[in-house]
């Protein structure tokens, strides 16, 4: 038996579709089974389909299934199930509600060919499509049920919503019979009574994202597995306000900023680095590393070539403008997540570095929800915000133009032709040169600052895995086939 300790308070069912915390996901990814996974190196791999095939220049994906994956009830997943699935994952997505809703952008069409293949056709053809083939798929007459069976190696045994889940091998598993037995899932409330909990021995191991994790990563009596998240960190830059209008502002900003700096102060190592939208260290990544260098006799520099001079009054530079003349002055909005302050603390370190080159800032923290407000309405200088990424390597909701979350209102006829070139790359290596090509144009541009994608720590007593890469929402992959 394993048992691990999980944050979990809202949760009420475990249909996948409608869980609410992102590790809770992780859970459900031992139930459940998609049509493909993703391997080690983030690359699409057979699961439930044992094949697929393009065509079209990836106008359709035809995915031909195994026939020996059966549901924990004994009964046979078929083509018709995956139908189902996708359907009600379409209907959510319409109504605004379920965690898989960016699929409609994803599929136009369904078909179902027999029993063991079914057609897709693509609204978007390119080889993305694959990642977000990665849905967990339900028995057809269970698709809207509060605690849906699956086909994964284990099944739930009993779920009591912010207490407990146990779950229990499925030795009918398509693969091989799970080596650990039982799976008992302990619910918290806080990461303060998750972290007691492993202290004091009543639990194996805890997944958490608390910077107070950090304190263990030498200790040795236990293990400490760091894994990376979806969320990616940034600054946003409003380029139609003043002073952000200014390229060499935007500029300025990018070179004043230290990231490795917050990392190490306000995180305490719990994150990655990262330059671009897409995470570092992984085939999606173009590195840029002399175009975000950290240099902030440079961003003096280009501030003073622009225009802006020091005043005899105070550090903060100043410029003429029609006649006026106006301060480098910005505000630099942040909001908070629940026990975890660390987020304000980035914003006034990134404050003080921009002070240092002669701006004015001021922070103002504020709740989610307002923030939100801000962002929408535009109404912002800067703004430390965090994107959860979709498992999609595709940034264009933050990028192209007029899209959801671009809120610094960037535009550029460069970006969009990269994206339209993205979106037609039906291969892997076409693909991967697309999205290369959208770096190329992020470090020439700088729409807005990437900081680093967060991480968390698995704490543990047993060493669970052998998988290489760790990363949200598929924890605890591999740990039906580890033996300890």
Not at 194 to 223: F, G, H, K, M
Request: include cysteine.
């Amino acid at each position: 038996m394993f048992s691990v300790g999980i944050i979990s308070v809202r949760t009420q069912k475990m249909n996948p579709f409608f869980v609410e915390e992102r590790e809770f996901k992780s859970v459900c990814a031992l139930i459940y089974e998609s049509l493909v996974t993703l391997d080690d190196d983030y690359r699409p791999q057979p699961c439930i389909a044992e094949s697929w095939d393009e065509s079209n220049d990836g106008s359709t994906w035809t995915f031909h299934l195994r026939k020996d994956v059966t549901f924990h009830d004994g009964a046979r997943l078929t083509a018709y199930d995956v139908n189902a699935t996708l359907n009600q994952i379409l209907t959510l997505a319409e109504a605004g509600q379920g965690q898989y809703a960016t699929l409609k952008y994803m599929i136009k069409k369904i078909q179902v060919k027999d029993e063991s293949t079914i057609t897709i056709t693509a609204s978007r053809k390119y080889y993305g499509f694959l990642y977000s083939m990665t849905f967990p798929i339900l028995k057809e007459s269970e698709v809207a049920a509060d605690n849906p069976i699956g086909s994964g190696p284990y099944y739930l045994q009993a779920f009591s919503p912010g207490d407990y889940i146990y779950l229990t091998a499925y030795d009918a598993w398509w693969r091989n019979p799970p080596s650990i037995s039982q799976i008992n899932v302990v619910l918290f409330a806080s990461n303060k009574e998750l972290i007691n909990a492993y202290e004091y021995n009543r639990i194996d191991a805890v997944v958490t994202r608390s910077s107070n994790a950090a304190q263990y990563s030498r200790s040795a009596t236990s293990l400490s597995i760091s894994y990376r998240t979806q969320q990616l960190e940034t600054l946003m830059i409003n380029r139609t306000s003043f002073p952000l209008d200014d390229p060499a502002v935007r500029q300025a900003i990018r070179y004043a900023v230290n990231p490795d700096l917050l990392l190490s102060d306000a995180y305490q190592g719990m994150a990655t680095r990262t330059d671009t939208p897409l995470p570092r260290g992984t085939w999606m990544y173009q590195d840029h590393e002399t175009a975000y260098e950290y240099n902030p006799e440079k961003a003096r520099q280009v501030l003073n070539e622009a225009g802006w001079v020091p005043s005899l009054e105070d550090t903060i530079l100043h410029k003429v403008v029609d006649g006026k003349t106006r301060n480098l002055h910005v505000r630099l909005f942040v909001y908070e997540e629940q026990d975890n302050s660390v987020r304000v603390e980035a914003a006034n370190l990134i404050a003080d570095q921009l002070t240092q080159v002669g701006f004015g800032v001021t922070v103002t923290s504020m709740t989610f929800s307002a923030a939100a407000e801000k962002l929408s309405a535009g109404s912002f200088d800067l703004c430390l915000a965090a994107f959860q990424m979709d498992p999609v390597p595709d940034p264009g909701f933050l990028l192209m133009r007029s899209n959801t979350c671009n809120y610094g209102r960037y535009s550029s006829s460069g970006m969009e032709e990269c994206f339209s070139r993205l979106r037609s790359s039906p291969s892997f290596t076409e693909y991967q040169n697309a999205l290369y090509a959208v770096q190329d144009q992020f470090a020439q541009d700088i729409p807005f600052i990437c900081l680093y994608y967060r991480t968390g720590t698995i704490l543990t007593r047993k060493m669970f895995t052998t998988a290489r890469d760790i990363r949200e929402p598929d924890l605890f992959r591999g740990i039906e086939s580890y033996h300890y």
